[in-house]
């Protein structure tokens, strides 16, 4: 039983839709849908990526139910992927019929099209018992649930918590080694230490590059292209 995904509020552009229009017809989808969770995600990042779950009930309004850290590199769309991953896996254990909101339209995407497999690692727990949608919603219009879940994403790098590894899929993979390589690069590209050596001019030859590290005799090493 395949997880709905749901974009229809991606049908209206956000500078011709008030706020209080979005927010009447996501009251309309949730009437319809009827759920018995209604779950949150949040992103951040500023340094450190973090994440962030929260429910929200009537009786008790929004509590937060995880909080996470992502490696360095880790980008949003990941962390985005790794909140669902989560939220998946508590909407199953809490069973009933669960709503998960997500104003990250670029998981979305890659959910409905499971590019590189992304949907059969990230949704594919759930079975014919459990009934899950995933949805899409704008951010920063005043959604009580999403506000509380990027507050509470931005709260999570003060929280001492263990870092968690996602590895969905060679997308994620992919994406994570690159964007370290990246900033790696940038320290490298920042300093002269690796320049200077020996004083001896670069050149660059008309062949395929390889990685080279140079210990300046401290705890930091620079890594290069040479």
């Known amino acids: 039983n395949k997880i709905n995904i749901d974009a229809e509020l991606a049908l209206f552009k956000k500078c011709e839709t008030s706020p209080e229009l979005y927010k009447s017809m996501l009251a309309e989808i949730k009437a319809k849908y009827s759920p018995d969770i209604t779950l949150y995600i949040g992103s951040y990042q500023d340094g450190v990526t973090s994440f962030a779950l929260v429910q929200q009930t009537r009786e008790t309004g929004c509590t937060i139910i995880k909080q996470g850290l992502l490696p360095m590199s880790t980008g949003i769309f990941t962390a985005e992927l790794n909140a669902i991953d989560n939220a998946v896996l508590y909407a199953i254990q809490k069973k ?32 014919i018992h459990h009934e899950i949608t ?55 590209q920042s300093s002269n230490c690796f320049l200077r050596l020996h004083n001896l001019p670069l050149k660059v030859p008309n062949t395929t590059p390889i990685l080279a590290m140079h210990y300046n005799g401290t705890n930091e090493s620079w890594i290069g292209i040479i």
């Open 134 to 188: 995933l949805l899409w919603i704008p951010s920063h219009i005043g959604i009580q649930g999403n506000e509380h879940a990027d507050m509470a994403a931005k709260q999570a790098p003060f929280i001492p918590l263990v870092y968690e590894t996602p590895c969905f899929s060679k997308l994620i993979v992919n994406t994570y080694i690159t964007q370290h390589f990246q900033n790696l690069l940038q320290h490298w």
């Open 96 to 127: 009933g019929k669960a709503l998960i909101c997500t104003d990250s339209l670029s998981a979305i995407h890659a959910l409905s099209s499971n590019k590189k497999g992304v949907y059969n690692n990230v949704l594919k727990k759930s079975n």
